[in-house]
Protein backbone atom coordinates (compact mmCIF):
# COMPACT_ATOMS: atom_id res chain seq x y z
CA UNK A 1 0.00 0.00 0.00
CA UNK A 2 1.21 3.37 -1.00
CA UNK A 3 1.32 6.60 1.27
CA UNK A 4 -1.20 7.92 -0.81
CA UNK A 5 -3.28 5.02 0.43
CA UNK A 6 -2.75 5.54 3.73
CA UNK A 7 -3.78 9.26 3.91
CA UNK A 8 -6.74 8.58 2.03
CA UNK A 9 -7.60 5.41 4.43
CA UNK A 10 -7.09 8.15 7.19
CA UNK A 11 -8.90 10.50 5.56
CA UNK A 12 -11.85 8.53 5.47
CA UNK A 13 -11.80 6.94 8.96
CA UNK A 14 -12.27 10.55 10.41
CA UNK A 15 -14.87 11.54 7.81
CA UNK A 16 -16.75 7.87 9.49
CA UNK A 17 -16.55 9.80 12.87
CA UNK A 18 -19.20 12.95 11.78
CA UNK A 19 -20.72 10.85 8.81
CA UNK A 20 -22.97 7.89 8.87
CA UNK A 21 -21.70 4.46 8.10
CA UNK A 22 -24.18 4.09 5.94
CA UNK A 23 -26.65 6.77 4.22
CA UNK A 24 -29.43 5.35 1.66
CA UNK A 25 -30.75 8.63 -0.23
CA UNK A 26 -34.06 8.29 -1.81
CA UNK A 27 -32.87 4.74 -3.62
CA UNK A 28 -35.04 3.58 -6.59
CA UNK A 29 -34.40 0.43 -7.64
CA UNK A 30 -36.33 -1.68 -11.49
CA UNK A 31 -35.79 -4.26 -12.67
CA UNK A 32 -36.44 -4.94 -16.25
CA UNK A 33 -37.53 -1.74 -18.45
CA UNK A 34 -40.88 -0.36 -19.20
CA UNK A 35 -43.84 -2.25 -19.20
CA UNK A 36 -42.49 -5.10 -17.64
CA UNK A 37 -40.14 -3.00 -15.01
CA UNK A 38 -40.44 -4.44 -11.41
CA UNK A 39 -39.88 -1.62 -8.99
CA UNK A 40 -38.15 -3.68 -6.17
CA UNK A 41 -37.18 -0.49 -3.91
CA UNK A 42 -38.94 2.69 -3.94
CA UNK A 43 -37.51 6.01 -2.36
CA UNK A 44 -35.73 4.47 0.64
CA UNK A 45 -33.91 6.48 3.33
CA UNK A 46 -32.18 4.78 5.92
CA UNK A 47 -28.90 6.14 7.77
CA UNK A 48 -26.92 3.46 9.65
CA UNK A 49 -24.54 5.36 12.49
CA UNK A 50 -20.89 3.90 12.63
CA UNK A 51 -20.94 0.76 15.11
CA UNK A 52 -25.12 0.47 14.68
CA UNK A 53 -26.75 -2.51 13.70
CA UNK A 54 -30.17 -2.08 11.99
CA UNK A 55 -32.37 -4.88 10.97
CA UNK A 56 -34.17 -4.61 7.55
CA UNK A 57 -37.47 -6.59 8.57
CA UNK A 58 -40.02 -7.35 6.29
CA UNK A 59 -41.91 -10.22 4.18
CA UNK A 60 -40.42 -11.92 1.23
CA UNK A 61 -40.55 -9.44 -1.48
CA UNK A 62 -40.94 -6.37 0.13
CA UNK A 63 -37.67 -4.93 -1.23
CA UNK A 64 -34.93 -6.26 1.74
CA UNK A 65 -32.20 -7.73 -0.54
CA UNK A 66 -32.36 -5.18 -3.39
CA UNK A 67 -31.94 -2.55 -0.63
CA UNK A 68 -28.54 -4.44 0.57
CA UNK A 69 -27.62 -5.55 -3.40
CA UNK A 70 -28.01 -1.63 -4.11
CA UNK A 71 -25.59 -0.70 -0.87
CA UNK A 72 -23.34 -3.72 -1.70
CA UNK A 73 -22.97 -2.80 -5.69
CA UNK A 74 -25.06 -5.97 -6.93
CA UNK A 75 -27.54 -4.03 -8.57
CA UNK A 76 -27.29 -0.41 -9.52
CA UNK A 77 -30.18 1.93 -8.29
CA UNK A 78 -32.39 3.93 -10.71
CA UNK A 79 -32.31 6.69 -8.54
CA UNK A 80 -30.67 8.18 -5.54
CA UNK A 81 -27.45 7.61 -4.27
CA UNK A 82 -25.65 5.48 -1.94
CA UNK A 83 -23.06 6.41 0.40
CA UNK A 84 -20.46 5.00 3.03
CA UNK A 85 -18.98 7.16 5.45
CA UNK A 86 -20.35 10.09 3.27
CA UNK A 87 -18.59 9.06 0.14
CA UNK A 88 -21.13 9.08 -2.62
CA UNK A 89 -20.86 4.98 -3.65
CA UNK A 90 -23.34 4.43 -6.28
CA UNK A 91 -21.17 4.19 -9.17
CA UNK A 92 -18.02 1.98 -7.58
CA UNK A 93 -17.84 -1.57 -8.47
CA UNK A 94 -18.60 -3.89 -5.14
CA UNK A 95 -14.59 -4.33 -4.66
CA UNK A 96 -14.06 -0.86 -4.42
CA UNK A 97 -16.57 -0.20 -1.42
CA UNK A 98 -14.73 -2.55 0.56
CA UNK A 99 -18.07 -3.72 2.21
CA UNK A 100 -18.28 -7.55 3.85
CA UNK A 101 -21.38 -9.92 2.71
CA UNK A 102 -22.63 -12.31 4.35
CA UNK A 103 -25.74 -14.51 2.21
CA UNK A 104 -28.10 -17.29 3.35
CA UNK A 105 -26.99 -19.84 0.48
CA UNK A 106 -22.78 -19.65 2.13
CA UNK A 107 -21.86 -18.76 -1.83
CA UNK A 108 -18.57 -20.96 -0.73
CA UNK A 109 -16.48 -22.58 -2.79
CA UNK A 110 -16.58 -25.91 -2.70
CA UNK A 111 -12.96 -26.89 -4.49
CA UNK A 112 -11.29 -24.21 -1.84
CA UNK A 113 -10.44 -24.96 1.06
CA UNK A 114 -11.89 -23.25 4.24
CA UNK A 115 -8.44 -21.21 4.12
CA UNK A 116 -8.38 -20.67 0.61
CA UNK A 117 -12.60 -19.60 0.61
CA UNK A 118 -11.60 -16.88 3.09
CA UNK A 119 -8.30 -15.70 1.69
CA UNK A 120 -10.10 -14.94 -1.55
CA UNK A 121 -11.60 -11.66 -0.94
CA UNK A 122 -8.58 -10.89 0.61
CA UNK A 123 -6.88 -10.75 -2.88
CA UNK A 124 -9.34 -8.72 -4.55
CA UNK A 125 -8.78 -6.33 -1.63
CA UNK A 126 -5.38 -6.10 -2.40
CA UNK A 127 -4.17 -7.26 0.75
CA UNK A 128 -0.39 -8.26 0.59
CA UNK A 129 0.64 -11.88 0.61
CA UNK A 130 2.58 -11.97 3.85
CA UNK A 131 -0.36 -10.33 5.68
CA UNK A 132 -2.72 -13.49 4.12
CA UNK A 133 -2.63 -15.83 7.04
CA UNK A 134 -2.38 -14.54 9.70
CA UNK A 135 -6.04 -12.18 8.55
CA UNK A 136 -7.26 -15.77 7.76
CA UNK A 137 -6.69 -17.03 10.69
CA UNK A 138 -7.96 -14.20 12.54
CA UNK A 139 -11.09 -14.07 10.90
CA UNK A 140 -11.52 -17.92 11.67
CA UNK A 141 -11.00 -17.41 15.19
CA UNK A 142 -13.40 -15.18 15.47
CA UNK A 143 -15.74 -17.47 14.44
CA UNK A 144 -14.28 -20.42 16.18
CA UNK A 145 -13.38 -22.12 13.30
CA UNK A 146 -9.81 -21.99 13.80
CA UNK A 147 -8.78 -25.30 13.50
CA UNK A 148 -10.90 -26.24 10.26
CA UNK A 149 -8.79 -24.52 7.75
CA UNK A 150 -7.76 -27.36 5.88
CA UNK A 151 -10.94 -28.65 5.29
CA UNK A 152 -13.49 -28.25 2.44
CA UNK A 153 -16.72 -26.75 2.50
CA UNK A 154 -18.57 -30.06 1.94
CA UNK A 155 -16.96 -31.47 5.15
CA UNK A 156 -18.79 -29.18 7.13
CA UNK A 157 -21.93 -28.64 8.45
CA UNK A 158 -24.66 -26.04 7.45
CA UNK A 159 -23.85 -23.73 10.59
CA UNK A 160 -19.89 -24.03 10.11
CA UNK A 161 -20.29 -23.18 6.27
CA UNK A 162 -21.99 -20.21 7.43
CA UNK A 163 -19.33 -19.17 9.82
CA UNK A 164 -16.81 -19.43 7.58
CA UNK A 165 -18.59 -17.12 4.94
CA UNK A 166 -18.95 -14.45 7.63
CA UNK A 167 -15.03 -15.01 8.55
CA UNK A 168 -14.56 -14.52 4.79
CA UNK A 169 -16.34 -10.88 4.98
CA UNK A 170 -14.72 -9.94 8.37
CA UNK A 171 -11.11 -10.68 7.14
CA UNK A 172 -11.14 -7.52 4.93
CA UNK A 173 -11.98 -5.61 8.45
CA UNK A 174 -14.87 -4.05 7.00
CA UNK A 175 -16.62 -0.68 8.34
CA UNK A 176 -19.46 -1.87 6.85
CA UNK A 177 -21.11 -5.93 7.08
CA UNK A 178 -23.99 -6.35 5.35
CA UNK A 179 -25.86 -10.24 6.43
CA UNK A 180 -28.60 -11.24 4.26
CA UNK A 181 -31.29 -13.95 6.03
CA UNK A 182 -27.73 -15.25 6.93
CA UNK A 183 -29.76 -18.37 9.15
CA UNK A 184 -32.32 -18.51 6.96
CA UNK A 185 -30.48 -22.29 5.66
CA UNK A 186 -30.07 -23.70 9.42
CA UNK A 187 -32.48 -25.74 11.48
CA UNK A 188 -33.88 -24.01 14.58
CA UNK A 189 -32.09 -25.36 16.99
CA UNK A 190 -29.14 -23.75 15.40
CA UNK A 191 -30.22 -20.97 14.41
CA UNK A 192 -30.70 -20.21 17.76
CA UNK A 193 -27.05 -20.64 19.11
CA UNK A 194 -25.71 -18.90 15.88
CA UNK A 195 -27.92 -16.11 16.85
CA UNK A 196 -26.02 -15.64 19.94
CA UNK A 197 -22.82 -16.02 18.31
CA UNK A 198 -23.80 -13.14 16.20
CA UNK A 199 -24.67 -10.97 19.22
CA UNK A 200 -21.37 -12.26 20.45
CA UNK A 201 -19.89 -11.17 17.26
CA UNK A 202 -21.17 -7.10 17.22
CA UNK A 203 -19.86 -6.85 20.47
CA UNK A 204 -16.37 -8.03 19.34
CA UNK A 205 -16.90 -5.49 16.51
CA UNK A 206 -18.06 -1.92 17.97
CA UNK A 207 -16.82 0.20 15.09
CA UNK A 208 -18.85 -1.90 12.13
CA UNK A 209 -22.02 -0.99 11.00
CA UNK A 210 -24.27 -3.90 10.47
CA UNK A 211 -27.27 -4.04 8.31
CA UNK A 212 -29.23 -7.40 8.91
CA UNK A 213 -31.75 -8.83 6.30
CA UNK A 214 -34.48 -10.94 7.52
CA UNK A 215 -38.38 -12.02 8.04
CA UNK A 216 -37.91 -13.12 11.32
CA UNK A 217 -38.73 -10.88 13.76
CA UNK A 218 -37.12 -12.86 16.96
CA UNK A 219 -33.78 -12.06 14.85
CA UNK A 220 -34.35 -8.83 14.44
CA UNK A 221 -35.39 -7.94 18.14
CA UNK A 222 -32.18 -10.45 19.03
CA UNK A 223 -29.58 -8.50 17.32
CA UNK A 224 -30.42 -4.98 15.82
CA UNK A 225 -30.30 -1.48 17.46
CA UNK A 226 -32.91 -0.17 15.50
CA UNK A 227 -35.37 -1.96 13.01
CA UNK A 228 -36.55 -0.75 9.74
CA UNK A 229 -39.42 -2.48 8.49
CA UNK A 230 -40.10 -2.87 5.08
CA UNK A 231 -43.17 -3.88 2.92
CA UNK A 232 -44.18 -3.33 -0.82
CA UNK A 233 -40.36 -2.05 -1.65
CA UNK A 234 -40.98 1.02 1.02
CA UNK A 235 -39.72 1.61 3.95
CA UNK A 236 -43.15 1.78 6.58
CA UNK A 237 -41.44 2.39 10.08
CA UNK A 238 -37.72 3.01 11.69
CA UNK A 239 -37.30 2.72 15.06
CA UNK A 240 -35.64 1.23 18.27
CA UNK A 241 -36.91 -2.51 18.64
CA UNK A 242 -38.27 -1.24 22.03
CA UNK A 243 -40.82 1.90 20.77
CA UNK A 244 -41.73 -0.48 17.69
CA UNK A 245 -42.96 -2.97 19.53
CA UNK A 246 -44.60 -0.86 23.07
CA UNK A 247 -45.94 1.82 20.43
CA UNK A 248 -46.34 0.13 17.12
CA UNK A 249 -46.77 3.40 14.20
CA UNK A 250 -48.75 1.60 12.03
CA UNK A 251 -51.25 -1.80 12.09
CA UNK A 252 -48.78 -3.48 9.51
CA UNK A 253 -45.83 -3.41 12.09
CA UNK A 254 -48.19 -3.68 14.48
CA UNK A 255 -48.85 -7.22 13.36
CA UNK A 256 -45.40 -8.21 11.68
CA UNK A 257 -43.54 -6.97 15.14
CA UNK A 258 -45.43 -9.68 17.21
CA UNK A 259 -48.98 -10.16 16.19
CA UNK A 260 -51.59 -7.90 17.07
CA UNK A 261 -55.06 -8.01 17.47
CA UNK A 262 -56.36 -4.73 15.45
CA UNK A 263 -59.69 -3.73 16.65
CA UNK A 264 -61.35 -1.32 15.20
CA UNK A 265 -62.33 1.86 17.85
CA UNK A 266 -63.73 5.41 18.55
CA UNK A 267 -62.15 7.37 20.83
CA UNK A 268 -63.76 9.00 23.19
CA UNK A 269 -61.81 11.13 25.68
CA UNK A 270 -57.94 12.01 25.96
CA UNK A 271 -55.93 12.48 28.47
CA UNK A 272 -52.34 12.97 27.92
CA UNK A 273 -51.33 9.66 26.54
CA UNK A 274 -54.12 7.73 27.95
CA UNK A 275 -57.83 7.15 26.30
CA UNK A 276 -61.11 6.03 26.65
CA UNK A 277 -62.46 4.47 23.43
CA UNK A 278 -65.35 2.14 22.06
CA UNK A 279 -65.23 -1.00 20.19
CA UNK A 280 -68.37 -2.61 19.55
CA UNK A 281 -70.16 -1.71 22.47
CA UNK A 282 -67.23 -2.22 25.03
CA UNK A 283 -65.66 0.87 26.55
CA UNK A 284 -62.00 0.16 27.52
CA UNK A 285 -59.24 2.00 28.15
CA UNK A 286 -56.25 2.37 26.03
CA UNK A 287 -52.73 3.65 25.87
CA UNK A 288 -52.82 7.04 23.55
CA UNK A 289 -48.84 7.29 21.98
CA UNK A 290 -48.61 10.48 19.47
CA UNK A 291 -50.02 9.91 16.65
CA UNK A 292 -46.65 9.25 13.43
CA UNK A 293 -45.12 12.55 12.10
CA UNK A 294 -47.91 14.86 10.32
CA UNK A 295 -50.80 13.29 12.11
CA UNK A 296 -52.47 15.33 14.34
CA UNK A 297 -52.62 14.27 18.24
CA UNK A 298 -55.94 11.64 19.34
CA UNK A 299 -58.91 13.82 20.02
CA UNK A 300 -62.87 12.83 21.00
CA UNK A 301 -64.47 10.96 17.65
CA UNK A 302 -61.42 9.93 15.88
CA UNK A 303 -61.23 6.57 14.23
CA UNK A 304 -58.70 4.31 15.52
CA UNK A 305 -57.36 1.30 15.88
CA UNK A 306 -57.00 -0.30 19.27
CA UNK A 307 -53.61 -3.02 19.24
CA UNK A 308 -54.33 -5.75 21.80
CA UNK A 309 -51.42 -8.37 22.16
CA UNK A 310 -52.32 -11.93 22.06
CA UNK A 311 -50.65 -12.83 24.82
CA UNK A 312 -51.90 -10.07 27.38
CA UNK A 313 -55.44 -11.26 26.95
CA UNK A 314 -56.68 -14.28 30.15
CA UNK A 315 -59.46 -16.69 29.58
CA UNK A 316 -61.21 -17.91 32.83
CA UNK A 317 -65.09 -18.69 33.57
CA UNK A 318 -68.21 -16.41 31.77
CA UNK A 319 -68.87 -15.01 35.65
CA UNK A 320 -65.25 -13.82 35.90
CA UNK A 321 -65.19 -9.77 37.50
CA UNK A 322 -64.76 -7.67 34.83
CA UNK A 323 -64.63 -10.36 32.08
CA UNK A 324 -66.29 -10.26 28.62
CA UNK A 325 -68.55 -13.37 27.57
CA UNK A 326 -66.81 -15.23 24.79
CA UNK A 327 -66.79 -18.29 22.81
CA UNK A 328 -64.71 -20.44 21.36
CA UNK A 329 -63.96 -20.92 18.07
CA UNK A 330 -60.40 -22.36 17.51
CA UNK A 331 -57.86 -23.76 19.81
CA UNK A 332 -54.24 -24.85 18.52
CA UNK A 333 -52.15 -26.01 21.28
CA UNK A 334 -48.51 -24.42 20.58
CA UNK A 335 -46.20 -26.91 23.32
CA UNK A 336 -45.80 -24.03 25.62
CA UNK A 337 -48.84 -21.62 24.87
CA UNK A 338 -52.47 -22.87 23.20
CA UNK A 339 -53.51 -20.22 20.17
CA UNK A 340 -57.08 -19.68 21.04
CA UNK A 341 -59.63 -17.88 18.53
CA UNK A 342 -62.73 -16.04 19.94
CA UNK A 343 -65.54 -14.26 19.65
CA UNK A 344 -66.25 -11.95 22.22
CA UNK A 345 -69.48 -10.35 22.89
CA UNK A 346 -69.82 -6.38 22.40
CA UNK A 347 -66.25 -6.65 20.84
CA UNK A 348 -66.02 -5.95 16.62
CA UNK A 349 -64.31 -9.06 14.69
CA UNK A 350 -62.47 -11.91 16.63
CA UNK A 351 -59.97 -11.98 19.40
CA UNK A 352 -56.74 -14.23 19.23
CA UNK A 353 -55.19 -14.89 22.73
CA UNK A 354 -51.81 -16.81 23.44
CA UNK A 355 -52.90 -18.57 26.68
CA UNK A 356 -50.10 -20.76 28.53
CA UNK A 357 -50.00 -24.43 28.49
CA UNK A 358 -52.40 -26.67 27.20
CA UNK A 359 -56.19 -25.26 26.72
CA UNK A 360 -57.88 -27.91 27.00
CA UNK A 361 -61.59 -26.02 26.69
CA UNK A 362 -63.68 -27.34 23.84
CA UNK A 363 -63.99 -25.14 20.79
CA UNK A 364 -68.04 -24.03 21.17
CA UNK A 365 -67.47 -23.49 24.85
CA UNK A 366 -68.55 -20.18 26.40
CA UNK A 367 -65.65 -18.41 28.59
CA UNK A 368 -64.63 -15.42 30.40
CA UNK A 369 -62.26 -13.07 28.42
CA UNK A 370 -60.14 -10.31 30.61
CA UNK A 371 -58.22 -7.74 28.88
CA UNK A 372 -55.28 -5.82 29.89
CA UNK A 373 -55.96 -2.21 31.68
CA UNK A 374 -55.16 -0.56 29.59
CA UNK A 375 -56.31 -2.79 27.00
CA UNK A 376 -53.91 -2.00 24.46
CA UNK A 377 -52.15 0.82 22.26
CA UNK A 378 -54.14 2.99 19.44
CA UNK A 379 -52.83 2.78 16.00
CA UNK A 380 -54.15 5.72 13.58
CA UNK A 381 -56.45 4.44 11.23
CA UNK A 382 -54.97 6.85 8.70
CA UNK A 383 -52.14 5.09 8.49
CA UNK A 384 -53.72 1.75 7.78
CA UNK A 385 -52.99 0.00 4.39
CA UNK A 386 -51.48 2.98 3.23
CA UNK A 387 -48.18 3.84 2.51
CA UNK A 388 -48.82 7.08 0.51
CA UNK A 389 -47.90 9.38 3.72
CA UNK A 390 -44.68 7.25 4.66
CA UNK A 391 -41.94 7.86 1.84
CA UNK A 392 -44.73 9.22 -0.34
CA UNK A 393 -43.23 12.07 -3.36
CA UNK A 394 -43.35 15.07 -0.82
CA UNK A 395 -40.00 16.91 -0.65
CA UNK A 396 -40.00 16.52 3.04
CA UNK A 397 -41.26 12.64 3.19
CA UNK A 398 -39.29 10.53 5.67
CA UNK A 399 -35.66 12.89 6.53
CA UNK A 400 -37.62 14.53 9.66
CA UNK A 401 -38.28 10.37 10.85
CA UNK A 402 -34.40 9.38 10.42
P1 LIG B 1 -36.89 -9.62 -0.29
O1 LIG B 1 -35.41 -9.73 -0.12
O2 LIG B 1 -37.53 -8.68 0.70
O3 LIG B 1 -37.58 -10.94 -0.29
P2 LIG B 1 -36.25 -8.73 -2.98
O4 LIG B 1 -35.47 -7.49 -2.79
O5 LIG B 1 -35.49 -9.96 -3.31
O6 LIG B 1 -37.20 -8.95 -1.71
O7 LIG B 1 -37.31 -8.51 -4.13
C1 LIG B 1 -38.14 -7.36 -4.23
C2 LIG B 1 -38.96 -7.46 -5.49
O8 LIG B 1 -38.14 -7.43 -6.64
C3 LIG B 1 -39.77 -8.72 -5.60
O9 LIG B 1 -40.99 -8.41 -6.21
C4 LIG B 1 -38.95 -9.60 -6.51
O10 LIG B 1 -39.73 -10.50 -7.20
C5 LIG B 1 -38.31 -8.59 -7.43
N1 LIG B 1 -36.98 -9.01 -7.90
C6 LIG B 1 -35.92 -9.32 -7.14
N2 LIG B 1 -34.83 -9.63 -7.89
C7 LIG B 1 -35.24 -9.52 -9.19
C8 LIG B 1 -34.59 -9.70 -10.45
N3 LIG B 1 -33.30 -10.04 -10.54
N4 LIG B 1 -35.33 -9.50 -11.56
C9 LIG B 1 -36.62 -9.13 -11.51
N5 LIG B 1 -37.29 -8.94 -10.34
C10 LIG B 1 -36.62 -9.13 -9.20
MG1 LIG C 1 -34.27 -11.48 0.21
Given at each position: ????????????????????????????????????????????????????????????????????????????????AVRLAG???????????????????????????????????????????????????????????????????????????????????????????????????????????????????????????????????????????????????????????????????????????????????????????????????????????????????????????????????????????????????????????????????????????DVSGHFTTA????????????????????????????????????????
Open positions: MSDGDVQMKSAISVAATTEPAIVFDRVGVSYGRGRKATVALADFTLRVAVGETVALLGPSGSGKSTALKALAGFVRPTSGRDVTDLSPAERGIGVVVQSYALFPHMTVHNNVAFGLKSHRVPRAETAARVAEALDMVGMGGYAKRLPRELSGGQQQRVAIARALAIKPSVLLLDEPLAALDAQLRHSMLGELQALRKALPDTAMLYVTHDQAEALALADRIAVMRDSRLVDIDTAENLWQRPPSDFTAGFLGGANLVPCTVDHVTGTAALVTAGTSTLRAQAPRPGVGLADWAPGDDAQLCIRPHTITIGKPGDRDALRATVLTSVWRGASTRVELSVDGLPGDLAAVGSVVGVRLPDPAGVLIARAVTGSTAEIGGSGAESRGDTL
